[in-house]
T-cell receptor
Framework: KAGVTQTPRYLIKTRGQQVTLSCSPI?????VSWYQQTPGQGLQFLFE???????NKGNFPGRFSGRQFSNSRSEMNVSTLELGDSALYLC?????????????FGPGTRLTVT | GNSVTQMEGPVTLSEEAFLTINCTYT??????LFWYVQYPGEGLQLLLK?????DKGSNKGFEATYRKETTSFHLEKGSVQVSDSAVYFC???????????FGTGTSLTVIP
């Protein structure tokens, strides 16, 4: 079974620009979660999508948004980039069917904002 | 609410030393508990899990026991190797399995 894939792996953007990151979950997984990882803040939960609906949301500003498509692939968008948005963005998928199970992570997208 | 607290790092050990990384949790009901490992430049990988009280998860020589009475899930390994150098995250999932809560991570360096 193929793992979680994220594209692109590396990205350099300028402050004020916007960016879209993509995540393809493991086949059969319907839940996709996004996390921001920084040295100072650790792993912070952004949001979770299930069946094209945002089901859970972390404490991030509205500049961070996401969506999920009918094939469970998900995108995350950050508008008006700030220097502090530089981070590793991790996507994780799970069955999400209501039975507790593990999340499987992708390799992440390293975003650098200059 | 749900939360995970884990031991601050970094931790530096000599090869073949005994490892313990402490993890305690706060949760409603009986969550599932996990340890994830992140090697440099990679995403997180599931190391082991336990889904009910007194369960012991184990993998690659690591083990952790779900202790309801102390709300803990400490990670242990009897003899660490240089290849175990990584960041370790304790996590729990809520009763629905829809949301996960992670600790801040503990960096482990094993020196030859």
């Amino acid at each position: 079974k193929a793992g979680v894939t994220q594209t692109p792996r590396y990205l350099i953007k300028t402050r004020g620009q916007q960016v879209t990151l993509s995540c393809s979950p493991i086949s059969g997984h319907r839940s996709v979660s996004w996390y921001q990882q920084t040295p100072g803040q650790g792993l912070q939960f952004l949001f979770e999508y299930f069946s094209e609906t945002q089901r859970n949301k972390g404490n991030f500003p509205g500049r961070f948004s996401g969506r999920q498509f009918s094939n469970s692939r998900s995108e995350m968008n950050v508008s008006t980039l700030e220097l502090g948005d530089s981070a590793l963005y991790l996507c994780a998928s799970s069955l999400g069917s209501g039975t507790p199970g593990e999340q499987y992570f992708g390799p992440g997208t390293r975003l650098t904002v200059t | 609410g749900n939360s995970v607290t884990q031991m601050e790092g970094p931790v530096t050990l000599s090869e073949e030393a005994f490892l313990t990384i402490n993890c305690t949790y706060t949760a409603t009901g009986y969550p599932s508990l996990f340890w994830y490992v992140q090697y440099p430049g990679e995403g997180l990988q599931l190391l082991l899990k336990a889904t009910k009280a007194d369960d012991k998860g184990s993998n690659k020589g690591f083990e952790a026991t779900y202790r309801k009475e102390t709300t803990s899930f400490h990670l242990e390994k009897g003899s660490v190797q240089v290849s175990d150098s990584a960041v370790y995250f304790c996590a729990l999932s809520d009763l629905t399995g829809n949301q996960f809560y992670f600790g801040t991570g503990t960096s482990l360096t094993v020196i030859p």
